[in-house]
């Protein structure tokens, strides 16, 4: 059978392709994120002729959309429904947006985290947690991920420890879910602990202003510093961190391991030691606990190995569970992987659009925001209680979280028709679109949302 011939025609309907929109500014409209950036006085736009709100929310839609490209706002400008959706009075040209977020210099940073955190704490499900013997804990995920830029000429691109041109900014994720509640935008050529302390500390307040539940901060071995283990206790958070043994003697902790720890033979050749151990540290009164797991290998690829191959991995805690579950605790700490993959590729944002460095710090802000937007869409999507069972999207599968790619596609990226009757809006949804009973029912629950 051959393809049927379709006759092209344009027509006067008022149509949109990104209905999603709508969910991303009843969201934004649940906090005050405007009214307080509004109140902020820029240095050199003392006086602007389009609120500092607009540029925000307008620049948080477009990255809610996959396109952190200033001229992407070009395309919206004549389409009412970017301002109905996102409550904008006056949308913002390419040059007027980029010029405005260039004389920001963080002046919105605290603002737009204190919302964000605000806004989880308000329409989030339940933050997914590990279990422990001390309860039930939110995982607090801090790491570093490279942000390729080379070939440019950006301030602050620099050689990363990937070996790649570019950026290395530090990320902290709250929860299975992987809410993100901190970033901090830095030059890649920044150790990965440099000023770590001071954005601990800051992020432990937003993840207190989320849940009311216990912390567990996990670090891998970049990390690895008293300092980090200090703020901990000082906050009264749990700590899972990889050690980095530095000039450590891997035959001394094979030793130690064959002393006190448990033995496994996975398979022939290979043996796990796994167990712990106490160091006393001149700066805690109490001494802190060690949780090792020690690989010893005689055998790779079928071969006898003449000198065996020993790998030993460590980790500081404030756990007292047993170390086979501390290590599988430390093991989800890859997850964060994912989220930083979600937030280079699905939202396009690991080629930074500036060449200002400040510019590009106030973009990450803002595309804390847009994640943290996109992840509460696909979360609330997820619930048994949006809509009956039976009237749910019949291809959805089974999961914990929704990647942003996926939220974009069937939530944000929908079509409809925009009507109005009785001075009031409407959007239509066509006859085949088996997302639209998901899409209202989201919909309703952030414009009324239940108290």
């Known amino acids: 059978m051959r393809p049927v011939e379709f006759i092209i025609k ?41 609120p500092h709100s607009d540029i925000v929310k307008s620049m948080i839609g477009l990255l809610c959309m996959g396109k952190p490209d200033y001229d992407a706002i070009e395309a919206f400008r004549d389409m009412p429904f970017f301002l109905y959706s996102l409550g904008i009075e006056q949308c913002p040209s390419s040059p007027t947006l980029r010029q405005r977020l260039d004389v920001v210099k963080g002046a919105f940073d605290q603002i737009v985290k204190e919302e964000s955190a605000r806004l989880i704490r308000k329409t989030a499900p339940d933050i ?13 995920d801090i790491d570093v991920s490279p942000f390729d830029n080379s070939k440019t000429k950006k301030e602050g691109v620099s050689r990363t420890y990937k070996g790649v041109d570019g950026y290395a900014p530090i990320f902290a994720y709250l929860g299975r879910e992987g809410y ?3 970033v ?34 996990r670090l891998d071995s970049g990390n690895d510093s008293f300092d980090n283990i200090g703020i901990c206790i000082e906050e009264g958070t749990d700590w899972l961190i ?18 006190k720890g448990q033995k496994t033979a996975s398979r022939e050749g290979k043996t796990v030691w796994r167990g712990e151990t106490h160091r006393t540290v001149d700066d805690f009164a109490d001494p802190l606990r060690i949780v090792f797991e020690v690989t010893e290998r005689t055998m790779k690829g079928g071969q006898w ?10 980790y500081w805690t404030s756990l007292e569970d047993d170390p086979y579950h501390v290590i599988l605790l430390y093991h989800d700490h890859g997850t964060c992987e994912q989220f930083h993959s979600e937030i280079k590729s699905d939202m396009d944002l690991e080629r930074l659009p500036s060449e200002h460095f400040s510019t590009n710090s106030d973009v990450m802000v803002l595309a804390l925001m847009s994640y943290n937007l996109l992840r ?24 914990q ?8 596609q069937d939530l944000i990226y929908m079509a409809s028709r925009i009507s109005s009757h009785a001075r009031r809006l409407y959007l239509s949804f066509g006859r085949y679109n088996p997302w639209a009973v998901v899409w209202r029912n989201l919909y309703r629950g952030f414009m009324n949302p239940v108290t």
Not at 128 to 139: C, D, Q
Not at 192 to 211: G, H, V
Not at 245 to 255: H, N, P, V
């Open 10 to 50: 344009e027509g006067d309907e008022h149509l949109t392709s990104h209905s999603g929109l709508a969910l991303i500014g009843a969201l934004m409209d649940r906090i005050e994120l405007g009214t307080r950036i509004n109140t902020v006085t820029l240095p050199r736009c003392r006086e602007p002729k389009i």
């Open 305 to 314: 190995l003449l000198v065996p191959d020993v790998e030993v991995d460590t």
């Open 180 to 182: 993100q509640v901190n």
């Open 128 to 140: 997914g947690t590990v279990s422990t013997r001390k309860g039930e804990l939110a995982a607090l």
């Open 242 to 259: 990889k050690r980095n043994l530095r000039r450590e003697s891997i035959q001394d902790w094979l030793k130690i391991a064959q002393e």
């Open 401 to 408: 979280r929704r990647r942003l790619r996926t939220v974009m």
């Open 376 to 399: 509460l869409c696909g979360q609330e999507s997820l619930r048994d209680d949006n809509g009956n069972l039976e009237n749910r999207a019949t291809h959805r599968k089974k999961a």
């Open 184 to 217: 901090e935008l830095r030059e890649g050529k920044q150790h990965s602990q440099k000023d770590t302390p001071a954005f601990l500390r800051e992020s432990i307040r937003y993840a207190k202003m989320i849940t009311d539940k216990g912390i567990l901060v």
